[in-house]
């Protein structure tokens, strides 16, 4: 069985799928990513993080929400098992011709997004609600007010914040009350600047959900900090990608992953990890 762990009222996976591949630029199309999906939740994922602005700049908007929403109800599995995030703020542009993220965290935007998401998941309320990304125009207090309202109003059922720093998440804390359950932060091995946010959730009894786990697939990577990795791997005959989720889970029990996939076949190993256990003294080799 997959690990599972607590998140705010949620028994769900600590490995959940990342979405975005499956919909943004250079996706395999919509039969591999309802095959991806399908094969995720059939091995035992039963989280599932997509967003508002996973779709293809210039294209149309909430493809991600809506192949999830597609996903869901050709699956003969248990529905009501899956934990489906979300997240409003961001949206998708251009610069210089190639497609970028853009940010609109106004209070009106956020209400109108979430409610669109809502919609397009096809659910009365949300199961957890995050705001994508801090909008530099905005005050951080006012976006998160907006997400309390989307609580209140019974559109998203719990809140969560992403590249949030620890004084952001202390004012959504402040807002949010016992609402705010999840912060998602970048963390991998080659990106370790958020371990203070980490830290922190730990200290304060929030979930910490890292993103882009594997170190992302777009943007070239430095392959060398995956090197003791790649020894550790080889030691456990499974890949190197399994010893980087697990050591990742092995930051603390309110520590979730959710590596991103194009094909059923990486998602399928990914989900291994939770079994995998690592020696004290591996974990101290990886750092
Ligand atoms: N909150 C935010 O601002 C934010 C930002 C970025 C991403 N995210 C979330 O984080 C999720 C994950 O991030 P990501 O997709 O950028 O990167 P990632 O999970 O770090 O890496 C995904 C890449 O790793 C490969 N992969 C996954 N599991 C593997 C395995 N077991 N063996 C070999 N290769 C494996 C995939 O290969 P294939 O391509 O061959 O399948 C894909 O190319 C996204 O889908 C999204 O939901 C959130």
Redesign the pocket.
Known sequence: MVLHRTMGPYDTTAI???????TIENNLGHAKGIE?IHAALDAGCRQI???WA?YCSGGEEQTGEKLVREALASWKGPKDEVLVAT?VG?FRNFTDGKPT?DVDGSPENLIKRAKQSAYELGVDAIDLL?F??PDPKIPYGDSIEALKQLVDEGVAKEAGV??ASVEQIDIAREILGDSLIAV???Y?PIYRETQDTLDHCALVGLSF??????????KPKDESKFDPFREVAAAHGV????VV?AWELAKGDHVF???????P??????L??GDLELTPEELAKLG
């Open positions: 959940g799928l990342g979405e975005m591949p499956l991806t993080d997509t967003a996973y997240k961001h993220w995050y994508h990304r992403s590249n998602q932060n970048q991998s959900v890292c993103w882009s786990p594997l170190g992302g697939f777009r890949s190197y990608q399994q989720l992953v959710i590596p991103g996939a194009h094909r076949e990486t998602i399928l190993d990914s291994k990890a």
